[in-house]
C-alpha cells in the first residue's frame, strides 16, 4: 500500500464485480425489509365488533409502517456510495456506507448509516489523521448499477504527505466530488451525503446544545451541510426530537422549493419547513415594505411600542355607567373601572387572558351597587346581552388578535404618535401609517409585518375558548438559513420558538443584502438564545463555483464586505467568465446570448438574474422574441431557463447564469454590491455578464 493518499481510477476496478455483488444483496435485503414492514399492517385485524383499543392498536401500528416505508423508498437516490476498511485482509473491519442501515436476515449489517458513529470517518479521515482506516473506497453509481470505484490507501505517517500540502484543504474522494459538481442541476437541491467533506462533516455532527453559527461564501455548501445536520441529529437524538419537533427556516418560498427534496432523499420526511410568515396563523402574507419602513418594523423598539399600544386599548371609562335593573339602577364608576383595568393589568400576563377576570369584576360592583346585594352571577345572566354593558367592555378591555390590534394601529396616526412618538421621531413612526381596513382579516400583510404580529400575539394571548386554534408550538432545534438577513424582530420570532435554546444558523454576511443585513455575526447573536456559549464554526472550501468565476467575483467581495475572504475552491480550471457590451440595444443582445446557452451541449437550467426593475421588459421581450421562460415562484426553478430577481437568486444554484445590468442592481439594492457579488455567485458551470450602462468600476479592474 501507498504511504498516503492516492486514488486507483484508471481502467476497470478489479473488484468492481464483486461490490456489484455485494450492493445488489443489500437491494434485496431492503426489499425484504420493505415487505416486512408491509405485512406488519396485518398484525391487527379489527373487526365491527372490534375494541377501541385495537383500532387504537392499529392506528399505531400503521404509523410505524407508514414512517418506516417511507425510509425506505430512496427514488433514483444510490442505496450504497462508499467503504472503509479499517484492516487489510479483516473484512470484519469493513463497513459499507449508505444512506440508511440494512441489516440481513440474521440481523448482520450489510450497510451502515451515514450518520452512524463509525461512518464518520469515511468523511473526516485525511493522510495525517486517518482515523484508523487502510482504506477508503468511494463508488461511482447510476441508481442500482456500480460503474466506478475510486480507492484511497492509508499507510505508513511518518512523514508529511507532500501531495497534502498545509495551505490546500484534504478533499476526500476528489474524482466522484468533482463528478457530482460538474452533473447539471435540476433546479432542485440535490444532497451530498455520497461526498460530504471533513470540515462540512464536523459541522454536521457537531454536538446538539446551543446555538452553531456557520459562515460560508458562496458554493461552500452551508445550506446544504445545515440540511443533512438536520437530518444527522434526528438520527442521533431520534428522542426527544421526534416529539420535540425540528423546524427548518428558509428566506422564501422559493427556496424552500428548491431544498424541499433533500431531507426526504435522506429518509426525513417528517421535517417541517417554513418561512417566517409559516409560523403565524390566520394572516396572509405577501410582498415587501419599503426599505425604510421595514427597518422601523424590525428594530427592536417596535417592542415597547406594541406594549404600549396594547396598554391603550386597557382603557379606564369615560363616563360612568347606570343600567337598569328592575326598579333599579346598577352602577360603575369610572373610578370603580379604573381599580379594575389596574389589577387585571397587574394579575395577568396577556391582555385576553384578563378578559373574564374584566367581566367578573365589572358584574360583581354592579351587583354590589344594588341595595339587595344578587348574586353577580344572576346579574351576569340578566344583562349578559345588554349594548350598554357591551359597548363599555369594548372600550375597557376588547377581545383582540394581533390582526385587529394592528389594524386599528397601523390606521390611527393618533395610536401609533400614542404608541410611538417616545421611542422613534413622529415622521418615522408615521411611516407605519396606513388606511384601516372595514375587516383586519381581510388584511394582506408584508414580511416584516410578521414579527409586529408575533409581538402582538405574545402579549395578547389567544382569545377565550381559542386556545388550541390561535396556540403556537416550540421546536426542539430550529435550522435557519440566511439568518444574515434577519431583522433583530425577526430574530425574536425565533427565539421565542426555540423550546431549550439549540439552533443551527447559516449563512453569509458578504450576501447581507435585505433591510437588516448585518455587518457581523455578533449583531445576530445578541437577539439569539444564549443559555449556552455560541460556537462559530466556517466553511472555507467552495465546491461549486470554478475559479475564474470566483476570482471575478472577489473583486466584488471587496467592496462588498472588506476583511471576508473568498472561499478556496476546489475547482481550479473552468470557462472565465464572459462580459458582453449591448452595443445594439440590452435585449437583442441578451436574446442572443441566452440562444447561446441555450444551445451549448452541457447547458442544464440557466438563470437570467435581474434588477427587479427589467422585470416585466425581459418577460415582454422574451415573450416576443418565442424564447419559453419561466419566472421564480413557490415550485422553484421548474424550467430550463428562469427569470429571477436579484433579491430572490440567494441560496440558489445554477449551471448557467446570466447578471444583466450591474450597474442596475447595485444602484436598486439597499446592498448594491452584497447584490451584485450575489449574483455572480450561482453558476456552476458558465457565468455572462450582459450590460448596457456602464459597469461598475470594480468589475472593470
Not at 385495537?54 to 414512517?67: D, P, S
Not at 433591510?515 to 445578541?526: F, G, M, P, Q, Y
Not at 440567494?650 to 449574483?679: C, F, N, S, T, W
Not at 448596457?692 to 468589475?699: G, H, I, R, S, Y
Request: hydrophobic share 40%.
Amino acid at each position: 500500500m501507498g504511504t498516503f493518499p492516492k486514488q486507483e481510477v484508471a481502467g476497470i476496478h478489479p473488484e468492481l464485480d464483486a461490490e456489484q455483488a455485494v450492493i445488489d444483496f443489500a437491494y434485496a435485503c431492503l426489499e425484504e425489509a420493505r415487505k416486512n414492514a408491509t405485512r406488519l399492517t396485518s398484525m391487527v385485524e379489527v373487526g365491527q365488533g372490534g375494541t377501541e383499543q385495537a383500532r387504537y392498536e392499529r392506528e399505531v401500528i400503521y404509523e410505524q409502517v407508514l414512517n418506516r416505508l417511507s425510509q425506505l423508498q430512496l427514488g433514483d437516490s444510490s442505496l450504497i456510495f462508499g467503504r472503509i476498511d479499517q484492516g487489510p485482509d479483516d473484512e470484519d473491519a469493513s463497513y459499507r456506507i449508505g444512506r440508511l442501515g440494512v441489516w440481513d436476515r440474521n440481523q448482520d449489517p450489510v450497510v451502515v448509516d451515514w450518520r452512524a458513529p463509525v461512518a464518520e470517518a469515511f468523511y473526516r479521515a485525511t493522510g495525517r489523521e486517518p482515523m484508523g482506516l487502510v482504506r477508503r473506497r468511494h463508488f461511482a453509481t447510476r441508481g442500482r448499477t456500480l460503474l466506478a470505484i475510486e480507492d484511497e490507501f492509508f499507510g505508513d505517517l511518518t512523514r508529511l504527505d507532500a501531495e497534502d500540502p498545509d495551505d490546500v484543504p484534504h478533499i476526500a474522494g476528489q474524482g466522484a466530488l468533482i463528478a457530482a459538481l460538474e452533473a447539471a442541476r435540476t433546479g432542485r437541491l440535490s444532497d451530498i451525503v455520497a461526498t460530504i467533506q471533513g470540515e462540512q462533516d464536523a459541522i454536521i455532527r457537531a454536538p446538539l446544545p446551543g446555538v452553531l453559527v456557520c459562515q460560508g461564501g458562496p458554493g461552500t455548501g452551508k445550506t446544504v451541510v445545515a440540511l443533512h445536520r438536520a437530518a444527522y441529529l434526528l438520527y442521533t437524538h431520534r428522542f426527544p426530537l421526534d416529539g420535540q419537533g425540528l423546524l427548518v427556516v428558509g428566506p422564501n418560498r422559493l427556496f424552500l422549493a428548491y431544498i424541499e427534496q433533500v431531507l426526504p432523499s435522506l429518509g426525513e420526511a417528517g421535517v417541517e419547513m417554513a418561512v417566517l410568515a409559516d409560523l403565524i396563523n390566520n394572516v396572509r402574507v405577501e410582498g415587501r415594505d419599503l426599505e425604510p419602513v421595514a427597518r422601523i418594523k424590525g428594530d427592536l423598539r417596535m417592542v415597547p411600542t406594541v406594549a404600549k399600544a396594547v396598554r391603550d386599548r386597557q382603557r379606564v371609562l369615560r363616563n360612568d355607567v347606570r343600567i337598569g335593573y328592575g326598579l333599579r339602577s346598577l352602577w360603575l364608576t369610572v373610578e370603580q373601572s379604573e381599580h379594575i383595568v389596574r389589577e387585571a393589568r397587574r394579575r395577568f400576563r396577556t391582555h385576553n387572558g384578563a378578559r373574564r377576570f374584566v367581566e367578573s369584576e365589572v358584574f360583581a360592583t354592579l351587583a354590589a351597587s344594588h341595595p339587595d346585594d344578587p348574586d353577580p352571577k344572576v346579574v351576569r345572566e340578566r344583562l349578559r346581552e345588554s349594548s350598554q354593558l357591551r359597548e363599555a367592555f369594548a372600550w375597557m378591555w376588547p377581545i383582540l388578535t394581533p390582526a385587529q390590534l394592528l389594524n386599528d394601529l397601523y390606521g390611527s396616526k393618533a395610536l401609533l404618535r400614542s404608541a410611538g412618538n417616545k421611542r422613534f421621531a413622529s415622521g418615522d413612526i408615521e411611516l407605519l401609517y396606513r388606511p384601516r381596513a372595514e375587516r383586519a382579516e381581510d388584511i394582506i400583510w408584508r414580511d416584516s409585518d410578521v414579527s409586529i404580529l408575533d409581538e402582538a400575539r405574545e402579549l395578547l394571548g389567544s382569545r377565550p375558548g381559542r386556545k388550541h386554534e390561535e396556540g403556537w408550538r416550540t421546536y426542539g432545534h430550529i435550522v435557519v438559513d440566511e439568518a444574515q438577513d434577519l431583522s433583530p424582530m425577526d430574530l425574536r420570532v425565533l427565539s421565542r420558538r426555540s423550546l431549550n435554546g439549540s439552533m443551527t444558523v447559516v449563512g453569509d454576511i458578504a450576501q447581507s443584502t435585505g433591510a437588516w443585513a448585518h455587518n457581523s455575526w455578533d449583531e445576530v447573536l445578541r437577539h439569539l438564545p444564549d443559555r449556552r456559549e455560541p460556537r462559530m464554526v466556517e466553511l472555507t472550501v467552495g465546491y461549486r463555483i470554478p475559479a475564474p468565476m470566483m476570482s471575478l467575483a472577489a473583486r466584488v467581495l471587496t467592496k462588498a464586505a472588506p476583511g471576508l475572504k473568498p472561499p478556496w475552491s476546489v475547482r481550479q480550471d473552468g470557462e472565465p467568465p464572459r462580459i458582453v457590451r449591448a452595443s445594439s440595444g440590452l435585449m437583442d443582445a441578451l436574446i442572443d446570448v441566452v440562444r447561446d446557452e441555450l444551445e451549448a451541449a452541457d447547458a442544464g437550467n440557466i438563470a437570467v438574474i435581474h434588477p427587479a426593475s427589467l422585470g416585466p421588459a425581459l418577460a415582454q421581450a422574451f415573450t416576443e422574441a418565442g424564447v419559453p421562460f419561466g419566472k421564480a415562484n413557490r415550485r422553484g426553478l421548474d424550467q430550463r431557463l428562469t427569470l429571477v430577481p436579484v433579491g430572490m437568486v440567494k441560496g440558489l444554484e445554477v449551471d448557467a447564469a446570466i447578471v444583466v445590468e450591474p450597474a442596475r442592481i447595485v444602484g436598486e439594492e439597499a446592498q448594491g454590491m452584497r447584490a451584485l457579488y450575489v449574483a455572480l455567485t450561482r453558476a456552476t458551470k458558465r457565468l455572462r455578464v450582459v450590460h448596457a450602462e456602464p459597469l461598475p468600476d470594480v468589475l472593470l479592474e
